[in-house]
């Protein structure tokens, strides 16, 4: 069982920067992907981006390819999401999540946090 805990969004202007950080609970987290999703209303939820749980390969998506950075510290239980460069279609609630393998699409990930609001103002 991995609980999952995020932090860090807010509100933000254009331009701007934040780093979303993600505890988690358990002794096997290092064993787990984390993956961070964003799901804006009225749409589906989107993979943002993932690193692997053995040597630490690194996914994003295509819209936030150069200016988002994932990274993990297994020794704090934590992964983290740099945000930079920040436009307005970046808002949405954040969630990270745990899986076995990294996978751009939500269904196989076992584990969820509860979110975090971002928000982008132009």
């Known amino acids: 069982q991995v609980q999952l805990v995020e932090s860090g969004g807010g509100l933000v202007q254009a331009g701007g920067s934040l780093r979303l950080s993600c505890a988690a609970s358990g002794r096997t987290f290092s064993s787990y992907a984390m993956g961070w999703f964003r799901q804006a209303p009225g749409k589906e939820r989107e993979g943002v981006s993932c690193i692997s749980s053995s040597d630490g390969s690194t996914y994003y998506a295509d819209s936030v390819k150069g200016r988002f950075t994932i990274s993990r510290d297994n020794a704090k239980n934590t992964v983290y999401l740099q945000m930079n460069s920040l436009k307005p279609e970046d808002t949405a609630v954040y969630y990270c999540?745990?899986?076995?393998?990294?996978?751009?699409?939500?269904?196989?990930?076992?584990?969820w946090g509860q979110g975090t609001q971002v928000t982008v103002s132009s």
């Open positions: 999540a745990a899986v076995s393998y990294c996978s751009g699409y939500p269904r196989p990930y076992d584990y």
